[in-house]
């Protein structure tokens, strides 16, 4: 197989896995393996990784902000003032583009989260491309040490507990503000009904 080939192979696996809203392997792992076994050179590795792990994401939030579409009144309210709570001024719009670029949390409900609101996609793209280009480099570079833990490398990150319950609890955060569980807003409401009618 040419290089070309073995390099069209690595960015089309690092676009697919970053299509994932959840329980993906990250891209550093897919990148350390890639540069290991097919021998690929690091700089455009690492460039083109980061291009298509962005290219990813953001078709990733476009696609659940197409989800909006089907949403309730009630939920598109509950989203909207969630974005003005996020988003109430500079500094919190900044910290927000923070988190997309040096954030440890998985970025696949962040994204998809961005999507389901109305903020503008290409800033927080651009601040994980610039986050991750960092991070991803310092994996590559390291990629000579992490050979021989290699064959357990992208498994361990999907099979670790501690992994797996992050990636539910982002799931949950996600579906809560998308204006929560049916059942639990269902039992909340009459709640607070009941409470009214008290006093």
């Known amino acids: 197989m040419s290089p070309a080939a073995q390099f069209g192979i690595a960015l089309g696996v690092v676009f697919a896995v970053n299509l994932l809203p959840a329980f993906g392997p990250p891209t550093w792992a897919l990148l350390v393996f890639f540069s290991l076994d097919f ?24 696609g659940a902000r197409r989800l909006r579409s089907r949403f309730s009144p009630a939920r598109l309210a509950h989203l909207e003032r969630t974005q003005i709570a996020l988003t109430a001024d500079r500094t919190r ?7 997309f670029a040096i954030s440890p949390l998985p970025s696949g409900q962040l ?6 609101m109305t903020v503008p996609l290409v800033p927080l793209t651009a601040s994980f491309f610039a986050g991750r280009l960092v991070s991803y480099s310092l994996y590559v570079s390291l990629a000579s040490v992490a050979e021989r833990n290699l064959g357990s490398l992208v498994l361990d990150s999907l099979t670790s507990p501690l992994g797996m319950a992050l990636q539910l609890v982002m799931l949950l955060g996600v579906a809560l ?4 569980i ?4 269902g039992r909340g409401a009459q709640t607070a009904r009941r409470r009214t009618r008290r006093k």
């Open 177 to 180: 503000l998308a204006g929560g």
């Open 39 to 62: 021998d690929l050179p690091a700089v455009p590795l690492v460039l083109g990784g980061a291009v298509m792990a962005a290219l990813g994401r953001f078709v990733l939030a476009n």
């Open 93 to 99: 719009t900044v910290a927000g583009l923070g988190l």
């Open 111 to 116: 994204f998809t989260a961005a999507g389901l």
């Open 182 to 185: 049916p059942r639990l807003r």
